[in-house]
Protein backbone atom coordinates (compact mmCIF):
# COMPACT_ATOMS: atom_id res chain seq x y z
CA UNK A 1 0.00 0.00 0.00
CA UNK A 2 1.44 3.39 -1.05
CA UNK A 3 1.96 5.59 1.35
CA UNK A 4 3.94 8.54 0.33
CA UNK A 5 5.76 9.82 -2.88
CA UNK A 6 8.56 12.71 -2.73
CA UNK A 7 10.23 14.63 -5.80
CA UNK A 8 13.54 15.96 -4.87
CA UNK A 9 12.24 19.01 -7.46
CA UNK A 10 9.63 19.87 -4.65
CA UNK A 11 10.75 19.16 -1.64
CA UNK A 12 14.28 21.42 -0.74
CA UNK A 13 16.94 19.09 0.93
CA UNK A 14 15.32 15.97 -0.06
CA UNK A 15 18.72 13.66 0.49
CA UNK A 16 18.94 11.88 -2.67
CA UNK A 17 19.13 7.89 -3.18
CA UNK A 18 21.26 5.21 -4.54
CA UNK A 19 22.47 6.18 -7.92
CA UNK A 20 21.54 9.92 -7.28
CA UNK A 21 17.78 8.81 -7.12
CA UNK A 22 15.43 11.80 -6.77
CA UNK A 23 12.36 10.30 -6.00
CA UNK A 24 11.56 8.26 -3.35
CA UNK A 25 8.40 6.08 -2.28
CA UNK A 26 7.15 4.90 0.71
CA UNK A 27 5.03 1.64 1.10
CA UNK A 28 3.47 -0.07 4.19
CA UNK A 29 2.46 -3.76 4.03
CA UNK A 30 -1.57 -3.62 4.89
CA UNK A 31 -1.39 -6.97 6.81
CA UNK A 32 0.09 -7.03 10.03
CA UNK A 33 3.02 -9.48 10.99
CA UNK A 34 4.37 -11.83 13.90
CA UNK A 35 3.04 -12.38 17.66
CA UNK A 36 3.06 -8.88 18.08
CA UNK A 37 1.17 -7.80 15.19
CA UNK A 38 4.28 -5.82 13.05
CA UNK A 39 3.93 -3.67 10.31
CA UNK A 40 6.32 -4.11 7.51
CA UNK A 41 7.78 -1.12 5.59
CA UNK A 42 9.20 -0.34 2.04
CA UNK A 43 11.38 2.73 0.90
CA UNK A 44 11.82 2.78 -3.07
CA UNK A 45 14.02 4.84 -4.81
CA UNK A 46 13.79 5.80 -8.02
CA UNK A 47 14.83 8.56 -11.10
CA UNK A 48 11.80 10.60 -11.65
CA UNK A 49 12.71 11.12 -15.39
CA UNK A 50 12.56 7.50 -16.03
CA UNK A 51 9.09 7.27 -13.97
CA UNK A 52 7.82 10.47 -15.62
CA UNK A 53 9.12 8.96 -18.99
CA UNK A 54 7.20 4.85 -18.64
CA UNK A 55 5.64 4.12 -21.61
CA UNK A 56 2.71 2.23 -19.04
CA UNK A 57 0.99 3.42 -16.00
CA UNK A 58 -2.24 2.26 -14.08
CA UNK A 59 -4.96 2.80 -15.81
CA UNK A 60 -7.10 1.77 -12.55
CA UNK A 61 -6.10 2.05 -8.93
CA UNK A 62 -5.38 -1.50 -7.06
CA UNK A 63 -8.41 -3.07 -5.33
CA UNK A 64 -8.22 -2.04 -1.53
CA UNK A 65 -7.79 -5.81 0.52
CA UNK A 66 -9.89 -5.80 3.34
CA UNK A 67 -9.07 -3.89 6.46
CA UNK A 68 -9.96 -3.80 9.40
CA UNK A 69 -9.86 -0.61 11.03
CA UNK A 70 -10.80 2.92 9.00
CA UNK A 71 -7.23 4.12 9.84
CA UNK A 72 -5.49 1.47 8.11
CA UNK A 73 -6.41 2.48 4.56
CA UNK A 74 -4.70 6.46 3.75
CA UNK A 75 -6.80 9.18 2.67
CA UNK A 76 -5.67 10.62 -0.75
CA UNK A 77 -4.00 14.44 -0.41
CA UNK A 78 -1.85 16.27 -2.00
CA UNK A 79 1.20 17.77 0.15
CA UNK A 80 2.37 21.69 -0.36
CA UNK A 81 5.79 21.64 1.13
CA UNK A 82 6.93 24.58 3.30
CA UNK A 83 10.49 24.89 4.61
CA UNK A 84 10.83 25.39 8.55
CA UNK A 85 13.70 25.21 11.11
CA UNK A 86 14.11 22.86 13.51
CA UNK A 87 16.28 21.92 16.58
CA UNK A 88 17.03 18.80 18.38
CA UNK A 89 14.55 17.46 21.30
CA UNK A 90 16.08 18.46 24.29
CA UNK A 91 16.44 15.69 26.49
CA UNK A 92 19.11 13.69 27.74
CA UNK A 93 22.74 14.66 25.59
CA UNK A 94 21.19 15.75 22.48
CA UNK A 95 21.45 19.31 23.65
CA UNK A 96 24.34 20.19 26.24
CA UNK A 97 22.78 19.93 29.51
CA UNK A 98 23.29 23.94 30.55
CA UNK A 99 21.02 24.46 27.42
CA UNK A 100 18.38 22.37 28.57
CA UNK A 101 18.72 23.23 31.47
CA UNK A 102 17.70 27.00 30.57
CA UNK A 103 14.67 25.82 28.26
CA UNK A 104 12.98 24.02 31.28
CA UNK A 105 13.29 27.58 33.13
CA UNK A 106 11.99 29.20 30.09
CA UNK A 107 9.21 26.49 30.09
CA UNK A 108 8.56 27.10 33.97
CA UNK A 109 8.55 31.06 33.38
CA UNK A 110 5.85 30.71 30.43
CA UNK A 111 3.38 28.67 32.08
CA UNK A 112 3.52 30.68 35.29
CA UNK A 113 2.44 33.63 33.13
CA UNK A 114 0.21 31.85 30.06
CA UNK A 115 -1.39 28.65 31.68
CA UNK A 116 -2.08 25.76 29.88
CA UNK A 117 -1.60 28.00 26.26
CA UNK A 118 1.79 28.40 27.23
CA UNK A 119 4.08 28.09 24.48
CA UNK A 120 6.82 24.45 25.06
CA UNK A 121 10.19 24.23 23.29
CA UNK A 122 9.48 20.74 22.21
CA UNK A 123 5.66 21.30 21.05
CA UNK A 124 5.92 25.08 19.45
CA UNK A 125 9.79 25.84 18.79
CA UNK A 126 11.70 22.65 18.24
CA UNK A 127 10.01 20.06 15.96
CA UNK A 128 6.68 20.50 14.03
CA UNK A 129 3.86 17.53 14.18
CA UNK A 130 2.90 16.24 11.17
CA UNK A 131 4.47 14.66 8.13
CA UNK A 132 7.99 16.35 7.62
CA UNK A 133 11.63 15.36 5.23
CA UNK A 134 14.74 15.90 7.10
CA UNK A 135 15.32 18.01 10.51
CA UNK A 136 15.52 16.01 13.71
CA UNK A 137 13.25 13.36 15.09
CA UNK A 138 10.69 13.89 18.21
CA UNK A 139 11.44 11.29 20.90
CA UNK A 140 8.07 11.47 23.50
CA UNK A 141 7.40 8.25 23.45
CA UNK A 142 10.85 6.81 23.71
CA UNK A 143 13.05 9.11 25.12
CA UNK A 144 16.48 9.87 22.59
CA UNK A 145 17.92 6.70 20.87
CA UNK A 146 21.17 6.59 18.54
CA UNK A 147 20.15 5.25 15.27
CA UNK A 148 22.92 3.61 13.65
CA UNK A 149 23.64 1.90 9.88
CA UNK A 150 23.25 -2.10 10.63
CA UNK A 151 25.54 -2.42 7.32
CA UNK A 152 28.76 -0.05 8.90
CA UNK A 153 27.76 1.52 11.72
CA UNK A 154 27.67 4.92 10.58
CA UNK A 155 25.26 7.16 12.63
CA UNK A 156 22.11 7.75 10.53
CA UNK A 157 19.92 10.93 9.18
CA UNK A 158 15.91 11.01 9.57
CA UNK A 159 14.52 10.85 6.03
CA UNK A 160 11.02 11.10 6.97
CA UNK A 161 8.51 11.27 9.87
CA UNK A 162 4.95 10.56 8.86
CA UNK A 163 2.74 11.17 11.84
CA UNK A 164 -1.05 10.83 12.12
CA UNK A 165 -1.78 14.51 12.82
CA UNK A 166 -0.57 17.51 11.51
CA UNK A 167 -1.52 19.52 14.20
CA UNK A 168 -2.36 19.28 17.98
CA UNK A 169 -3.19 20.93 21.55
CA UNK A 170 0.95 20.32 22.23
CA UNK A 171 1.90 22.26 19.30
CA UNK A 172 -0.43 25.11 17.86
CA UNK A 173 1.61 27.10 17.33
CA UNK A 174 2.99 25.62 13.55
CA UNK A 175 -0.39 25.83 13.09
CA UNK A 176 -0.98 27.22 9.52
CA UNK A 177 -2.85 31.14 9.46
CA UNK A 178 -5.52 29.55 7.43
CA UNK A 179 -6.61 27.03 9.98
CA UNK A 180 -6.76 29.54 12.78
CA UNK A 181 -9.78 31.48 14.44
CA UNK A 182 -8.51 34.56 14.66
CA UNK A 183 -10.60 35.81 17.30
CA UNK A 184 -9.30 33.15 19.57
CA UNK A 185 -5.87 32.40 21.26
CA UNK A 186 -3.88 28.85 21.42
CA UNK A 187 -5.47 25.35 21.32
CA UNK A 188 -8.92 27.24 20.92
CA UNK A 189 -8.24 28.44 17.43
CA UNK A 190 -8.18 25.25 15.78
CA UNK A 191 -10.61 24.78 13.60
CA UNK A 192 -11.60 22.80 10.23
CA UNK A 193 -12.09 19.49 11.93
CA UNK A 194 -10.72 16.04 10.93
CA UNK A 195 -9.95 17.14 7.07
CA UNK A 196 -7.36 19.30 8.74
CA UNK A 197 -6.00 17.93 11.74
CA UNK A 198 -5.57 14.76 10.53
CA UNK A 199 -5.69 14.76 6.50
CA UNK A 200 -4.36 11.37 5.82
CA UNK A 201 -6.40 9.63 8.33
CA UNK A 202 -3.33 7.07 8.83
CA UNK A 203 -2.51 6.28 12.95
CA UNK A 204 1.05 4.69 13.37
CA UNK A 205 1.40 2.62 16.47
CA UNK A 206 -0.75 4.26 19.61
CA UNK A 207 -0.72 8.20 17.61
CA UNK A 208 3.32 7.77 17.48
CA UNK A 209 5.41 9.02 14.85
CA UNK A 210 7.44 6.72 11.94
CA UNK A 211 10.77 8.09 11.47
CA UNK A 212 12.11 6.47 8.68
CA UNK A 213 16.24 7.11 8.76
CA UNK A 214 18.79 6.25 5.99
CA UNK A 215 22.57 5.54 6.04
CA UNK A 216 24.59 8.87 4.67
CA UNK A 217 27.17 6.90 4.13
CA UNK A 218 25.86 5.06 1.81
CA UNK A 219 22.00 5.66 0.69
CA UNK A 220 21.67 2.13 -1.13
CA UNK A 221 22.25 0.49 2.80
CA UNK A 222 18.82 -0.39 3.97
CA UNK A 223 16.85 2.23 6.13
CA UNK A 224 15.91 1.73 9.65
CA UNK A 225 12.30 2.42 11.31
CA UNK A 226 11.22 3.66 14.38
CA UNK A 227 8.44 4.42 16.29
CA UNK A 228 8.45 6.30 18.62
Known amino acids: ?5 FFGRDVPGLAAGPGGADLVQLFRCPLTHGPYLERR ?41 EQVDTYPWAEDDTLPAALIARIDAWEDAQTAEAGRDAPSYQGDLSIPPGWRV ?17 SCADPMRLLLTAEGYEMDSDSHSWMPL ?14 GGQSVTQPTRLRFGRDRDLHVFTCPTDPGHPPRWVLS
Open 1 to 5: MALAQ
Open 41 to 81: YLLRWRQASQTEGADRFLTAAPEVPLLPWEHELPEPCVLYP
Open 134 to 150: GGFPSWASTGPMDITCT
Open 178 to 191: EDRDPSLQGMASIQ
